[in-house]
């Protein structure tokens, strides 16, 4: 099969279950959780989960989840029904007396579905594992298609995320790293774990994210938000965002990329790293306006993994499933190191081959056709690598 063997001299963990894969949020939806079937399709018709230490995730405890989460959140989580919505919740319902807008964020883009707590404590009991295998050093990189979903809040559900995965894994990482890296290249503004980590420097978070205060959700990140900069905030110059306009191409944001992580790897010299890879970011999203292809958007994963350091990989946003379930096989090839040895040809003989008929059975389809113009000319890129390194000045590492 393609010859996949395991790497030499580190171990990649993958953390998922398959029960999370069955979750519907509804038809008109765009969140899908079988994108993770598609792309477990894939990694296996190459054979790449016999390169990895596989774990079938648990569910996170209640203990677990209220690390992060309000207890009064949970409890709703973890009680609320679609049939019992209406009954125990009348306030919800818009023009009801006592409505005051979205109550624990429940709405259009959180709805309640069947199976909810479910599906949400197995994607953070996913990343939670992930996160303890790195601190017991039985992986260097860990897996969890399943999370990224950055932005959830303390109390409230927000952009299709309802528990927020990544700062619980943060917060197992900080029990034994003094200082995590995160990372996110979702097409959104990264604001529940940005928010979360807000006042402490042991977390710097950088997100790079389509940004228009107006039109594009969550509608936060622009450029000089770094933290609050009162003067015994520890957290000031701890956030760091890069905000783009439509259109960004591979060699852009590769070039964009490097040019400040590097420096923000040499500066915070981090001892863990979370990296959020929501496939919004790439061209021909349902909801993204990015012109990102699958290598551009792996070169990233590429160039975090070089540096060597406790790697925890999380999925986040991407809602063209085929793509997204290219993307992330791909980028499950890279942590393996095995990216260099699969046939593009997509080796699927299942009835899931029909998914990526569109495109031709392909890995690597190109998705650069410009739906969008590229508006971020190189000056401009440019002014946002000065503006990061001017902000990495005020770190004392
Ligand atoms: N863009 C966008 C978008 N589309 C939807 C949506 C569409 C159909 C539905 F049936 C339900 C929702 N919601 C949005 C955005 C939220 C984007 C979340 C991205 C999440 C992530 O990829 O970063 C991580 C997993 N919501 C909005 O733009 C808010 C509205 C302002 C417009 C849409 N309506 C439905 C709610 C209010
Ligand atoms: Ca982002
Ligand atoms: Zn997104």
């Known amino acids: 099969r393609n010859g996949i063997s395991r790497p030499k001299g580190y171990t990649v963990s993958w953390h998922a279950n398959p029960e999370v894969e069955k979750h519907h949020f509804g038809m008109a939806h765009p969140m899908k959780p079988w994108r993770l079937t598609l792309t477990k399709e894939i990694v296996m018709a190459y054979g790449m989960h016999t390169a990895m230490d596989t774990h079938l995730s648990r569910a996170a405890t209640v203990e677990e989840l209220v690390e992060f989460h309000k207890e009064d959140y949970i409890d709703f989580l973890s009680s609320v029904t679609p049939q019992n919505l209406a009954t125990n919740y009348p306030w919800l319902k818009p023009g009801a007396v006592g409505y005051s807008g979205p109550f624990f964020g429940v709405g259009e883009d959180c709805p309640i579905f069947d199976g909810l707590f479910e599906y949400c404590s197995l994607y953070a009991g996913a990343s939670i594992d992930a996160a303890r295998k790195l601190t017991s050093h039985q992986s260097d990189i860990a897996i969890n298609w399943s999370g990224g979903l950055h932005h ?5 559900a927000s952009g299709f995320c ?17 200082r995590v890296l995160y990372i996110d290249i979702d097409v959104h503004h990264g604001d529940g774990v940005e ?24 509608g936060t990140g622009p450029l000089d938000d770094t933290g609050p900069t009162h003067p015994d905030n520890p957290g ?7 905000p783009l306009n439509d259109g960004i191409d591979d060699v852009s944001y ?8 590097g420096p923000c790897i040499d500066t915070y010299r981090p001892t863990a790293i979370v990296l959020q890879c929501g496939a919004d970011s790439l061209g021909h999203d349902r909801l993204g306006c990015f012109n990102l ?3 551009g958007h792996g070169s990233c994963v590429s160039y975090v993994k070089s540096f060597k350091i406790p790697l925890l990989v999380v999925g986040g946003g991407g809602y063209t499933p085929r793509n997204v379930a290219r ?34 059975p392909t890995l690597f389809p190109p998705l650069h056709a410009t739906r969008f113009e590229n508006k971020n000319p190189r000056t401009y890129l440019e002014s946002i690598v000065t503006a990061i390194r001017e902000q990495l000045r005020y770190m004392h590492g």
């Open 152 to 156: 959830a809040k303390k109390a409230e």
């Open 236 to 242: 000031a110059h701890h956030s760091l965002n890069v």
């Open 254 to 261: 590769q070039w964009l990329f490097e040019s400040v992580v």
């Open 293 to 295: 292809n699958i290598q």
């Open 195 to 218: 928010q979360a980590f807000w006042s402490t420097d042991r977390v710097l978070t950088l997100s790079f994210h389509k940004y228009d205060k107006e039109t594009f959700f969550p």
């Open 327 to 360: 993307a992330w096989a791909h980028e499950t090839s890279i942590c393996i190191g095995a990216d260099k040895d699969l046939d593009p040809t997509l080796p699927l003989h299942t009835p899931f081959r029909h998914h990526f008929a569109e495109e031709g």
């Open 162 to 178: 309802y528990i927020n995965d990544i700062v619980l894994a943060i917060l197992q990482l900080l029990r034994h790293h003094p």
